[in-house]
């Protein structure tokens, strides 16, 4: 793909995405595309069905989502790849599922990059990259403690937790 058809691309999906319209959004993508996102807290999304899915969770927990382009686009030289950097403000004002995240009305604004892989004009894989810990901090209105002291209390106290459970499923399978 051309730079510019890359850009009438990601312009597409940008708008899409604010006009709400996930018909428009799958236009763009393939059949099979693969997205993975730090906020679907599982294993990537395959196929239109779960892009819809996925998408449909995120409008109704941020119903005001608006989606911004953050210049530059970068893309490969064969014009397969693209780097599309974005911004990201919405109030948390539904219930996130199928997590159970309940609704604390904040507002959040995220930065990040989407590397979306390309093949005969539609997307065929997305790697979504942003903070977690900063959309967690705002989502939970946690700004005032330090990086350091949210990541113990987060990081290291799921951490513990984990291990705690990796220890007794390995007694248990004995």
């Not at 989502?65 to 893309?75: K, T």
Request: proline share 5%; hydrophobic share 45%.
């Amino acid at each position: 793909m051309s730079e510019t058809d890359v850009r009438t691309l990601v312009d597409g999906i940008v708008a899409a995405w604010n006009a709400r319209d996930l018909e428009r959004l799958l236009s763009y993508l393939a059949p099979g595309v693969v997205w993975d996102d730090p906020a679907m807290l599982d294993e990537p999304v395959v196929g239109h069905n779960g892009v819809r899915v996925f998408s449909e969770r995120v409008l109704r927990a941020f119903p005001d989502f608006s989606y911004r382009i953050r210049e530059p686009i970068c893309v490969s030289a064969s014009g397969t790849r693209c780097v599309v950097p974005w911004e990201i403000r919405a109030t948390h004002s539904g219930r996130f599922e199928p997590y159970g995240f309940a609704p604390t009305g904040q507002l959040i604004r995220i930065d990040g990059v989407d590397i979306l892989e390309l093949e005969s004009g539609k997307v065929t894989r997305i790697e979504t990259v942003f903070n977690g810990m900063l959309a967690l901090q705002q989502v939970l209105r946690l700004k005032p403690l330090s990086k350091s002291r949210l990541a113990r209390i987060v990081g290291v106290g799921l951490q513990r937790w984990r291990a705690s459970w990796l220890r007794l499923t390995a007694r248990s399978t004995k």
